[in-house]
């Protein structure tokens, strides 16, 4: 089964920072790679998708870049809203495992 | 608008069954895959399990394969979970999220609210 590993499990940051979340695969999993945002007591919601496409109506500071086995999520200017846990998802091979997720909080 | 409502959770004694459903409306039921994904409380996202448009590929993680059973009535717009045998390390909130597209290796574009299942004698 394909592992994702995603650093840091926990960030502080805060207002207009640039943050870096990063997802590694144990193999090649080619683009097949989505990234999700959680606030507490919500559902997940879709950011980017095939590794580096943004979702319709997210905001351009987030994007995401990569393929093979390293994939990275970056935010470039946090701001209050994006306060929250993020997630990736490998979708090449079953099981379609997320990442164990980055919370990110004000620093 | 499209929308997920899950329902079917509660409390229900270990080695039990439960039957989840999730009602879709907005959107082409029968065009998309669609999965299960749960969360305990406090913890991160597990997927469960997976179903293409027409039923005809089915995935599952290990830790459900061979009691749980995913299945959809495209007439009816709607995607179940039966649960069987039912453990304590099942307990948690089980969300349905839409495939992003008719197989079941695309990413999840909308998500339910999640329905509570709880197992406890």
Redesign the interface.
């Known amino acids: 089964?394909i592992q994702l590993t995603q650093s840091p499990s926990f960030l502080s940051a805060s207002v207009g920072d640039r943050v870096t979340i990063t997802c590694r695969a144990s193999q090649d999993i080619s683009s097949?790679l989505?990234w999700?945002q959680?606030k507490p007591g919500k559902?997940?919601?879709?950011l980017i998708?095939?590794a580096s496409t943004l979702?319709s109506g997210v905001p351009s500071r987030f994007s995401g870049s990569g393929s093979g086995t390293e994939f990275t999520l970056i935010i470039s200017s946090l701001q209050p809203e994006d306060f929250a846990t993020y997630?990736c998802?490998q979708?090449?091979n079953?099981?379609?495992?997320?990442?164990?997720?980055t919370k990110v909080e004000i620093k | 608008e499209v929308q997920l409502v899950e329902s079917g959770g509660g409390l229900v004694q270990p080695g039990r069954s439960l039957r989840l459903s999730c009602a879709a409306s907005g959107f082409i039921f029968d065009d998309y895959a669609m999965h299960w994904v749960r969360q305990i409380p406090g913890k991160g996202l597990e997927w469960v399990s997976s179903i293409s448009w027409n039923s005809g590929a089915i995935g599952y993680a290990d830790s459900v394969k061979g009691r749980f059973t995913v299945s959809r009535d495209n007439a009816k717009n709607s995607l179940f979970l039966q649960m069987n045998s039912l453990r304590a390390e099942d307990m948690a909130l089980y969300y349905c999220a839409k495939g992003g597209g008719s197989s079941t290796y695309y990413y999840y574009d909308y998500w339910g609210l999640g329905t509570l299942v709880t197992v406890s004698s």
Do not use: E, S, T, W
């Open positions: 089964d097949y989505a999700y959680q559902a997940p919601k879709l998708y095939a979702q997630y998802q979708l090449k079953y099981p379609l495992i997320f990442g164990g997720g």
